[in-house]
Nanobody, 123 residues
Framework: QVQLVESGGGLVQPGGSLRLSCAAS????????IAWFRQTPGKEREGVSCIKISDGNTYYIRSVRGRFTISTDDAQNTVYLEMNNLKPEDTAVYYCARSRFACEWSPNRYENWGQGTQVTVSS
């Protein structure tokens, strides 16, 4: 049974850091792309970062490039999102998702999702 479980969210002050984890089970990461999306109330789910596990290629949206880093731990079958210099506009529920297609920002291309973890950036 395919499962993705996010953790690591919380409340942090502007300029602070968090590391989100996406623990995968029921499949091996190697043949898939794993992306992080985020969503705030009333807005569409937004793709933030994606990694193609087989070659390690990574992708970021412009607003997080240089602040966020996506990585994997193959032994733990886990994908991480290191978030630095957080801003209030980063506040959202963050989801990880699995796709067998290319890294894309359309949520429809992802077939499995975690339950989400809340990130709140506020002083």
């Amino acid at each position: 049974q395919v499962q993705l479980v996010e953790s690591g969210g919380g409340l942090v002050q502007p300029g602070g850091s968090l590391r989100l984890s996406c623990a995968a089970s029921g499949f091996t990461l190697y043949n898939y792309r794993i992306a992080w999306f985020r969503q705030t109330p009333g807005k569409e789910r937004e793709g933030v970062s994606c990694i193609k596990i087989s070659d390690g290629n990574t992708y970021y949206i412009r607003s997080v490039r240089g602040r966020f880093t996506i990585s994997t731990d193959d032994a733990q079958n886990t994908v991480y999102l290191e978030m630095n210099n957080l801003k209030p506009e980063d506040t959202a529920v963050y989801y990880c998702a699995r796709s067998r297609f290319a890294c894309e920002w359309s949520p429809n291309r992802y077939e499995n999702w975690g339950q989400g973890t809340q990130v709140t950036v506020s002083s």
